[in-house]
């Protein structure tokens, strides 16, 4: 219930805090500045996460299909003994 509150606080904030009236901080310059320089860090940060998950998921499809040959593998190798 605490944090529900507090969620509804900071967003009544943040809005308050950009409204262009004269009782509102009028901070909405700066939250636009913030964010020309806060993208693209983020994009950067996205991509580098982006592409180390993308070398992550090569190497699971890699070793998915070596185990897929040994099991192959094994199973001719249990059909010619038994034969």
Not at 3 to 21: S, T
Not at 47 to 61: C, E, L, P, Q, R
Not at 64 to 77: G, Q, V
Request: charged share 25%; no cysteine; hydrophobic share 55%.
């Amino acid at each position: 219930m605490v944090a529900l509150l507090v969620g509804l606080l900071l967003i009544v904030f943040a809005v308050v805090a950009v409204l262009p009236f004269p009782w509102a901080l009028r901070w909405w310059p700066e939250v636009i500045q913030f964010l020309k320089g806060g993208v693209p860090l983020m994009a950067v940060f996205i991509g580098i996460i982006s592409f180390f998950v993308g070398v992550a998921d090569i190497k699971d499809k890699i070793e998915t299909k070596r185990e897929e040959a040994e099991e192959t593998e094994d199973t001719e190798d249990t059909e010619k003994e038994s034969s």
